[in-house]
Structures are given as C-alpha cells and as structure tokens.
C-alpha cells in the first residue's frame, strides 16, 4: 500500500523528467513532415494526415473492435506465458539438472525465427485465433522463462546463511530474502516478454488471419492506402509506449530502488 | 548451565583439511578469542559452532537459549533499509513490528549511524557503516551467545573503541557470551577471557592465553602490556611469521 503511494507520489517528478522524451519524439516528427516534402504523399504521407486518419480511425466502432481482438489474443497469449513461464522458470531454478536440460531448449525457442512459428502454427491450427495466440506464446515464453530461471539461479547463498542464522520463519525468508531478488529479475522479463508478445500478434495476424490490426494493416497494404497503415502502426506503437512508459517503468524504478 | 562444547572436531572441504582436532568450552558470560593467520579456517570454525555447517567429524554442542551472528562480509539485504535490516532478528523472533523499530532505531543511533541513514538502502552506505548495521542486528536481538566474525576491521580506531566498550560493559554485566574472531591481538586482550591461537594448513590450535583481570578494569596500559608479552611469544611469532628474515 505504502508502496502504492510512492510510486503515486513520485509519478509527477518521473513526468517532469520526461521532456527530454518528448523532445525528440518531436523532433523525430519534424524528421517525417521534411520527408513527406521530399518523397510525397503516397510513400509517406504528411504526419497530419496521418494523425487526422488516426482520429477518424479511433472514432469508428469496426476499428475498436479490430484493436479488441487484438488485445484479445495478446493478452491470451502474454497471459498464459506469464504463468507458465514463470512457474516453470522458477521451478527449473531450484534444480541444477533442470536448468542445464532447459538451456538447449530454450536456445532453440529464442533461435527459431517467429516466422517459422506463424507457418507451422496455420498448418497445426488453421487460420484463426489459436495461430495467433500460439505464436505470441512461443515468443515470449523463453523470454520470461529465462528470466525466472536466473532469478532463483542467482539467489545469494551468503544470505540464505544469514537468514538461518537468524532463523527466520519460511514466509519472512520468502518475502524478505527470495522474493525481492527473484522478482527483480522477473519483472524485467515480463516487460520484454510483453513487447515481444505485441509484436509478433500483428505479425501473426498479418499473415493468419482476417482480423485485428495485422489483417487490417495487410488490407491497408493491397489498397495502398499508406495513412491507415501508418495510422494502425501509430496505434500500436502509441499503446506500447503508453504501457511501457506510464505505467511499467515508474514500477521499475521503485522497484529497483535499492539497486546499484 | 548454558555452553558451548567444541570435541575433536575435524573438518575438510572436499580433500583439503582446514580443521584438525580442535578442543574447546565457551561457558556462560565468557569471552573467547580465536586469533590466527588469514585462511586459517577461524570462519569455518564459527560456522561450524554456529550451525551454519554441518559437523563431520567430532562434535559443537551449543545449549544456550539463543545466539545470533555478525558476519565478516555484512551480508545486509540489499533491498531492505538500514532499520528494516536491524529489525530482521527481531522480527523473525516474533516481535511486534511497531517494537522492532522502535528498538533498531535506539540501537543505530546507540552504534554511531545518523537519523538520516535510516532510510537509506544498504548500496549508499559505507562499508563501516554496513559492519555497524550488521553488528546491531545481531545484537539487537540481545543473544545469550554472539559469534562475531571480525566485526571490527572496517571501522577506525575511535569507533571501534566505542563499540568494543558497549561489548565490554555488556560482558561485565554478564549478559553476554561471546566467540570472537579477529586479527587483532590488542584487540582480542582487551575483550576475552581465553584467547585461542590457531595455526594454518590445517588449522589447529597451537596454544591458549588467559586472562583473569574484568574486562572493564582492563585499561591501555594492562592491554598494551599484555600484547608487549604476547608477541613475543615463540608460538605467536611463528604462527604470524612475525620473524625478520
Ligand atoms: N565453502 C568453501 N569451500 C571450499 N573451501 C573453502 C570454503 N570456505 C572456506 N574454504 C577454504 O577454507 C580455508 C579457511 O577459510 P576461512 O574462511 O575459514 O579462513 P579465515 O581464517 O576465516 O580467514 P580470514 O582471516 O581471511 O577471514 C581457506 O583456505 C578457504 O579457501
Ligand atoms: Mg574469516
């Protein structure tokens, strides 16, 4: 609750040193407008239109429920490898021969190219939801799985001594001595484990399905109706920003406050 | 009657010994010193009386009511404040939090750290400051016997004077029993009652000073005399290799 707070109380200061960000958020649109002067509107149109396309688009019911589905099926995906990873990262941390057997596997998982993924997954699943979701899985699963796994693989033995040596009861020694440790590792893991996840679900439904931003980006394309595909990449660069920027990294800084 | 019994305890990691045939009681409201060369195995010996290590061979039998434990590296949670650490003894003995602070708080202050370190996290302390919460959190939970791994050897002379005196009045109440690990000879005088000296490779106990005076009528003289004497000692000379070559 106290730690509510401070993160509440310190959220202002964080928005304060944010102008540098905006800064060259604006800057970089500057960048933009000079190159639709220059290359015109059909390759790049003007960061106006594209902005005035944007508003049109949100103000439609048939987009929101493009953006819905979306969301839907990453946060499915994100949600399940959430879990799984996590517990299993855990899990795999505690026994020496369970990391070691998990290494190669995970190499795999992080190795294979999600495009790889996309194409097995629309012949095991077809082409619909499951693809999509699959394939979100199997992207940030190894991500937040490896984070889990060196949280408990890099847990201080010293201090497991020292916390014996006070003999601290087994929830003190969780919430006091594994938890901050493991958790700082974890966290980490879930917000590179959550951009991946947006990622790849436009990427998924791009090429698997019929609807959501990817297949209404793929429409955009075969029209070459360029200020709605920028518009559709604003939307989620826009609510990745927003997710990483307002709401997870002020969590991580009181989070690793103790942190060298 | 509360005590610690140390028999023919050995002990080897893998095939190396570090410990051989070490022999020795610490009875309630005693002081004992072990001194020695660095790698000795004077920390393996602690943690092997403190349970920290599992016996091999012979025996410690410990029966005092409780004990705590300061460590030569800190070992403070990292994501835990200077009071919040303090209070981690406390709390595990089940002592109300509200208590805990209050208590952690009279001891930080009592061991020379300032109000305005209370907050701070253990990353913005030095490193004497870091030995001083980590000696206040053993001792705040007021033990029946306190193992002290050089407790000492980052703080300069003024504190550790300060300090060893609040040990010294606590040891003449006979609240406290200590074992005590430290480099320092003058040191070890001016606190123990027994003093023992370990020698390397593998660690083994060469010879035992005693000392009867109280240790609050111990002042400089008696502790300067004493170390004269010590070091002159066939036993300490070789054992530190004090020898001009
Ligand atoms: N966990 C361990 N595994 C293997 N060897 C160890 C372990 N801990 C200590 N040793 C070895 O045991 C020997 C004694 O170590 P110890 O820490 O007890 O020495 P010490 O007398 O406390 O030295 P110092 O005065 O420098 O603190 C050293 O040679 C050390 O390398
Ligand atoms: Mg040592």
Redesign the pocket.
């Known amino acids: 609750m106290k730690f509510t707070l401070k993160i509440l109380k310190d959220f202002p200061a964080y928005l304060w040193s944010g102008w540098g960000a905006i800064a060259s958020i604006l800057l970089f649109i500057a960048l933009w407008d000079m190159g639709n002067q220059i290359y015109g509107n059909l390759v790049l149109p003007s960061p106006l239109e594209t902005f005035t396309t944007l508003v049109a688009m949100l103000a439609d019911e048939n987009v929101i429920a493009e953006i819905k589905t979306t969301l839907y099926r990453a946060s499915v995906g994100f949600g399940i490898s959430l879990v799984v990873g996590t517990s299993f990262g855990l899990l795999a941390g505690f026994f020496a021969t369970a990391s070691m057997m998990s290494r190669p596997i995970v190499t795999i998982l992080v190795g294979m190219p999600p495009i790889a993924w996309i194409v097995l997954a629309m012949i095991w699943f077809g082409m619909g939801d499951e693809t999509v979701i699959f394939t979100v899985i199997v992207a940030s699963f190894p991500i937040i799985f490896v984070g889990a796994l060196q949280g408990t693989r890099t847990l201080d033995g010293d201090l497991k001594e020292m916390s014996d040596s006070f003999k601290l009861p087994w929830h003190m020694k969780f919430f006091d001595v594994y938890f901050p440790h493991i958790f700082s590792y974890v966290f980490p893991a879930w917000v590179s484990g959550l951009g991946m996840a947006w990622k790849i679900v436009v990427m998924a439904e791009l090429l698997a399905t019929s609807d959501g931003i990817g297949a209404s980006l793929a429409v955009a394309r075969s029209q070459l109706d360029t200020p709605t595909a920028l518009a559709l990449v604003v939307i989620m660069i826009g609510s990745l920003m927003f997710v990483e920027y307002i709401i997870l990294e002020p969590i991580k800084r009181e989070v690793e406050l103790w942190r060298s | 009657m509360e005590k610690l019994e140390v028999k023919s305890l050995n002990h080897h ?2 095939f190396t010994e ?1 410990l051989r045939d070490i022999n020795f009681t610490l009875n309630k409201g005693q002081v004992l010193s072990v001194v ?1 060369p ?7 010996l602690l943690h092997l009386c403190a349970g920290l290590l599992d016996v091999e061979e012979g025996s410690a039998t410990n029966t005092f009511a409780s004990s705590s434990f300061a460590f ?1 590296d800190a070992r403070l949670l990292p994501w835990k404040n200077v009071i919040d650490n303090i209070a981690l003894g406390l709390l595990a003995a089940g002592e109300k939090k509200s208590v805990a602070i209050e208590k952690s708080k009279k001891i930080a202050l009592e061991f020379g750290l300032e109000e305005s370190d209370f907050e701070k996290f253990p990353k913005d302390l030095s490193g004497g400051m870091r030995q001083r919460v980590s000696f206040a959190r053993a001792l705040v939970v007021k033990p029946s016997l306190l193992f002290l791994d050089e407790p000492f050897s980052a703080l300069d002379i003024g504190l550790k004077k300060e300090l060893q005196s609040i040990l010294i009045d606590m040891i003449s109440k006979k609240e406290i029993s200590i074992l005590f690990i430290t ?1 320092d000879l003058m040191e070890a005088i001016r606190l123990s009652d027994e003093i023992l000296l370990l020698k390397a490779d593998p660690g083994h106990i060469v010879k035992k000073f005693s000392y009867d005076l109280a240790q609050n009528k111990r002042d400089d003289e008696y502790v300067y005399a004493q170390s004269a004497k010590i070091l002159q000692d066939r036993e300490i000379i070789t054992t530190f290799e004090l020898e001009l070559k």
């Not at chain 2, 660095?38 to 393996?44: A, E």
């Open positions: 990691f893998g570090i020695g660095s790698g000795g195995g004077k920390t393996t030569q480099h």
